[in-house]
């Protein structure tokens, strides 16, 4: 009994074994099978996409940064261009301890705080095997002394790189504009564009003026480096590489030596000055005083000269040629009489009487003190009779008024090549509906319009756009959209292509109505209020001055610029053409808060013109004299401008 029970129990630990390596046979099997079924799925099914992973893992993409192109004036003087300097840049995938590294790196070059915050963010936007700049521009005595120790500093270099750099400081500032570094939103909108790739590794974009609105112009094309790195990230060699495209030049229309001139002789007052040449619409001279200078802004600008520039008074970062609006004074009043004319509500020897004041709906609105007499449209240009406008606007009514200046470009977009114009304010009845919330301001009441005849009231435009009219004026009712920006010039062909330019758009005026407002202007400098600034000029110009309120101080209050403020004192304006007969430049310019436009404006269109069709530069004492408003006709012997040179301040 015991033997059989002995053999049982050995059939059945048998039985129990055969059936253990059955189910552990098909587990292998079936974890056979699975293995099988994975390499199948990953050699066959996922080849492709296994194989760009493996090497992309095995080979990284790194960006070379092409060279910035240049910026130069219309006789090739060079704006903005590019220097080399060198800077300490680190490694952070040869570096053990980064942060140590940098510690003592600051023992032997000076490292500030904004240093290392700028290269955080940098190594937070780079890979680890990029070389990553800690301090940019060393000095000689700098690199010396980190070559000395270089042996310390596995992992850190001296490098060259290019740097942006503006010649003339802070001339021509708001017109050339500045690159600094891209921000959090320029970054967010290079990502959603077709431009993404072209921007990896650059730091730096154009911020305003001429760099920003020819950005894809001046930047170039990105390179690339195919590197093959080892599992911790580290460069091994080069696999493959394509160079970087140079930016192209751009050529600009401004003549940087007339813009001097005219920022100059503002000295330290405040305002605009466009120049056009007539005949195309190419800005030769786009002035905002007070300027600030690029250079400032290349590297990322400092607290104290931020806080400096945007909490000033002054406000040197606001282009007032671009976006700073101005009622525009009597200048207003040469197109309000072509209006006139072109409509049918006044005739050219239509005579009234201006006894120097002007009664509407009960209100007195002042003119030239004891009166001009019996004016016709001549004699009210010349002598600039408010009385026989503010009569005219009445007659013509708002709408009438705003439909004849919006094709001279008042109030609107003038399509110049730079970005951020203003439209300013053209009024009319919809306008005010529009702008007003209050149902008793949207209305527009008569006695409003009176002042518009002068320029005043709610007219308010740039200087642009005054210069803009007064060259369509100029050229016989043609008007040519304004444009800085002349040629671009390829930095690899060096092939100069002009930049195509829409035609004039002749504004269809009767050449005599054209001829007789001409005519006047031409007198106002003969005989008028420009005829001092304008003795013993060798040509033939046509201009009006203009004064302008920078604050409104209600019927019968009599005008004393002492009892005021200086920033409530009317501006000074004047615009203006030359050769008369045959123009080549038109301008308009203010100066804030002067007074009296014949003594501020006008003497600085007289210089300009002088430069530009005789070749002058003032006396060093006449320069003296427009600085301080002191002057109205040249004094002392003028320089030949092609001797005086063209230095940054």
């Known amino acids: 009994m015991g033997a059989l029970t002995e053999i049982r129990n050995v059939e059945a630990d048998a039985s129990r074994f055969r059936a253990r390596v059955l189910v552990i046979g098909a587990v292998v099997f079936l974890a056979f099978c699975l293995l099988v079924a994975r390499l199948l799925f990953l050699q066959v099914v996922r080849h492709e996409d296994l194989a760009a992973q493996a090497e992309s893992n095995r080979t990284a993409i790194v960006p070379i940064v092409p060279n910035r ?20 840049e680190i490694t952070p995938s040869r570096v053990e301890v980064l942060d140590e590294a940098i510690d003592e790196l600051s023992k ?12 955080k963010r940098l190594m937070e936007e780079s890979r680890n095997f990029e070389s990553l700049p800690i301090r940019t521009r060393l000095t000689d005595e700098e690199v010396a002394r980190f070559a000395a120790q270089r042996y310390r500093f596995p992992g850190v270099d001296i490098k060259a790189r290019l740097f942006r750099s503006y010649p003339l400081g802070d001339v021509a500032s708001h017109a050339i504009g500045y690159i600094g570094r891209i921000n959090q939103s320029e970054k967010a909108r290079i990502q959603d564009s077709d431009d993404e790739a072209n921007y990896r590794g650059t730091e730096y974009i154009g911020k305003l003026g001429i760099e920003q609105s020819f950005e894809s112009a001046l930047h170039g094309t990105t390179g690339v480096e195919q590197m093959e790195t080892s599992a911790g990230g580290r460069a091994v060699r080069k696999l493959s590489s394509r160079a970087a495209t140079p930016g192209d030049s751009v050529m600009l229309s401004i003549d940087i030596k007339l813009q001097k001139l005219i920022e100059d002789m503002y000295g ?5 000055l466009v120049a056009i040449d007539p005949r195309n619409g190419e800005i030769l001279a786009l002035v905002s005083k007070p300027t600030f200078d690029p250079n400032l802004f290349v590297e990322g600008i400092d607290v104290d000269n931020w806080t400096a520039l945007n909490e000033s ?3 040197p970062l606001l282009n007032r040629a671009l976006r700073g609006t101005y009622p525009p004074g009597s200048t207003y009043k040469p197109f309000m009489a072509l209006a006139a004319l072109q409509l049918g509500k006044r005739s050219p020897s239509m005579v009234m009487n201006d006894p120097g004041f002007y009664t509407f709906g009960g209100h007195t609105f002042r003119s030239h003190e004891g009166g001009l007499g019996g004016v016709d449209m001549h004699r009210a240009i010349q002598f600039s009779s408010n009385t026989y406008f503010y009569s005219l606007a009445v007659d013509m009514g708002v709408d009438t008024i705003h439909d004849f200046m919006k094709p001279l470009g008042f109030g609107q977009s003038t399509g110049i090549d730079l970005h951020g114009e203003v439209r300013g304010t053209l009024p009319s009845t919809e306008w005010k509906r529009n702008t007003y919330k209050r149902p008793e301001m949207k209305r527009w009441f008569p006695g409003e319009t009176v002042s518009l005849g002068i320029g005043q009231g709610y007219n308010n435009f740039t200087m642009l756009q005054v210069a803009l009219a007064e060259a369509t004026l100029a050229n016989g009712g043609i008007r040519y959209r304004p444009h800085m920006a002349k040629a671009v010039k390829n930095a690899v062909t060096g092939a100069v292509t002009e930049i195509a330019q829409p035609p004039g758009e002749n504004l269809g005026y009767l050449a005599k109505n054209v001829e007789l407002v001409r005519n006047a202007l031409v007198a106002v400098n003969k005989g008028g209020t420009g005829t001092r600034v304008f003795a013993g000029a060798p040509y033939t110009s046509a201009g009006k001055t203009g004064t302008a309120q920078a604050v409104s101080l209600g019927q019968n209050v009599k005008y004393n610029a002492r009892a005021l403020e200086e920033h409530q004192r009317d501006h000074s304006l004047f615009a203006a053409f030359a050769p008369a007969e045959n123009p080549t430049i038109a301008l308009a310019a203010i100066v804030e808060n002067a007074g009296f436009g014949a003594a501020h404006a006008a003497p600085l269109a007289r210089r300009v013109f002088d430069y530009w069709l005789l070749g002058d530069y003032p006396s060093e004492e006449d320069m003296a004299a427009v600085q301080k408003g002191q002057a109205s006709a040249p004094i002392g012997k003028p320089r030949k401008a092609s001797e005086v040179p063209l230095v940054a301040p």
């Open 69 to 88: 192109g240049l910026i130069l004036d219309r006789n090739g003087v060079v704006l903005a261009t590019n220097y080399a300097a060198y800077t300490l």
């Open 108 to 119: 032997v070059v000076e490292i500030q705080s904004r240093d290392r915050r700028r290269f």
């Open 268 to 272: 330290n007052r405040r305002g605009a």
């Open 313 to 315: 008074i002054d406000k």
